[in-house]
């Protein structure tokens, strides 16, 4: 449980503060967006997709190439595989590899997940209030407060619909869901590790590579519905500004 309970915390915190982190930014930008639109210089997937893929960059730019962007997402994720030294996974090859995937996923969905709320609502006021009440599900239903067996049934569906709980799930079973040594469990005989974990935590070793493209649905999906709402909605009122504009200059 301290290893789930290390997992959880590392992806909740981290994940939300990066979806929190790039409100702000993908709101101004958007403004700015809306002036360079009128005048004809912007076109909306363009932007939309230029956007999503330079979500990394410091600056802000959305005119920048995506395998830098992807370079720096993967600097920014290999920071925090110091995480899996601390927590004490086995230093071996794939399971490296598939922490350092899924942490990396999960670093981009969260953020996808921060700019098409921003797309979808009028301000990053909004936004951060909005984002906070869904993330406040998906950390309920992520399987560390309620193991996925023990939720009830009608509910369990609200688990595989959170992409924390995708994470979650496949950190724990790609390190540790494959070892066969006895557990010692007061008041009932040993078990090996990984019938516990599947018995009692719905963690099954084999059900890795459904995850892994699970992650790229995720990150997907959140992609589109932000081009989606880039293309189609518009917070421009009658006197030609946005709720970002107007906070800027206090209209």
Not at 69 to 79: D, G, M, P, R, S
Not at 101 to 117: A, D, H, R
Request: with cysteine; aromatic share 22%.
């Amino acid at each position: 449980m301290n290893v789930l309970g290390a997992t959880y915390a590392a992806t909740v915190f981290l994940g939300f503060t990066n979806a929190s982190a790039v409100q702000s930014v993908v709101a101004t930008e958007r403004t700015v967006f809306y002036g360079e639109r009128a005048a004809g210089m912007y076109s909306r997937l363009p932007y939309a997709f230029a956007q999503a893929f330079s979500i990394y960059d410091s600056y802000g730019s959305s005119l920048v190439l995506v395998a830098i962007e992807t370079l720096y997402a993967a600097i920014q994720t290999l920071v925090y595989v110091l995480l899996y030294s601390m927590i004490g996974f086995h230093w071996q090859a794939d399971k490296f590899l598939y922490f350092y995937y899924f942490i990396f996923m999960c670093f981009t969905y969260f953020l996808m997940y921060g700019m098409m709320v921003v797309a979808l609502t009028p301000g990053h006021q909004i936004a951060a209030i909005v984002s906070s009440f869904v993330v406040s599900f998906w950390n309920s239903f992520s399987g560390f407060l309620i193991p996925w067996p023990l939720m009830p049934v009608w509910w369990r569906w609200y688990y595989w619909a959170s992409p924390v709980a995708w994470t979650i799930y496949c950190v724990i079973a790609s390190q540790v869901a494959d070892k066969t040594s006895p557990l010692e469990i007061p008041g009932r005989d040993p078990m090996p590790v990984n019938e516990f974990l599947k018995a009692n935590l719905g963690f099954d070793h084999d059900f890795r590579v459904p995850v892994v493209f699970a992650h790229l649905g995720w990150v997907l999906l959140f992609l589109f519905v932000f081009a989606y709402g880039i293309e189609f909605l518009n917070f421009v009122f009658a006197n030609g500004k946005s709720i970002e504009v107007m906070d800027m200059w206090k209209i």
